[in-house]
Nanobody, 122 residues
Framework: QVQLVESGGGSVQAGGSLRLSCAAS????????MSWYRQAPGKEREFVSG???????NYADSVKGRFTISQNNAKNTVYLQMNTLKPEDTAMYYC????????????????WGQGTQVTVSS
């Protein structure tokens, strides 16, 4: 099982910045695609940004130009730098990890973090 530890959430005023982190425990023979999702009260969980295999990262239109995702060389930690935050960015942010690799016994499995709250006040 992959253990995910998220951190970096908090409360900021509109226009401020936060940096989220998600660290995944390493599984033998496995590589990860890691992404960020968010869920606001009363709304469905939505994609924010993430990696898909070795391609460039993807972003939701609502965060393009404001959020930047990055990862460490081992690809088991992902960061989300969030700038120019807006009240509509307020949500619980979740890290999603998908294990893959030909020799990975857990390939295809999806793991979720516990979530970290981001609150942006106007």
């Amino acid at each position: 099982q992959v253990q995910l530890v998220e951190s970096g959430g908090g409360s900021v005023q509109a226009g401020g910045s936060l940096r989220l982190s998600c660290a995944a425990s390493k599984l033998p023979h496995c590589t990860y695609d890691m992404s960020w999702y968010r869920q606001a009260p009363g709304k469905e969980r939505e994609f924010v940004s993430g990696y898909d295999s070795d391609g460039p990262p993807n972003y939701a239109d609502s965060v393009k130009g404001r959020f930047t995702i990055s990862q460490n060389n081992a690809k088991n930690t992902v960061y989300l730098q969030m700038n120019t935050l807006k009240p509509e960015d307020t949500a619980m942010y979740y890290c999603e990890t998908v294990a893959y690799g030909i020799r990975c016994p857990w390939r295809g499995r999806i793991y979720w973090g516990q979530g970290t709250q981001v609150t942006v006040s106007s």
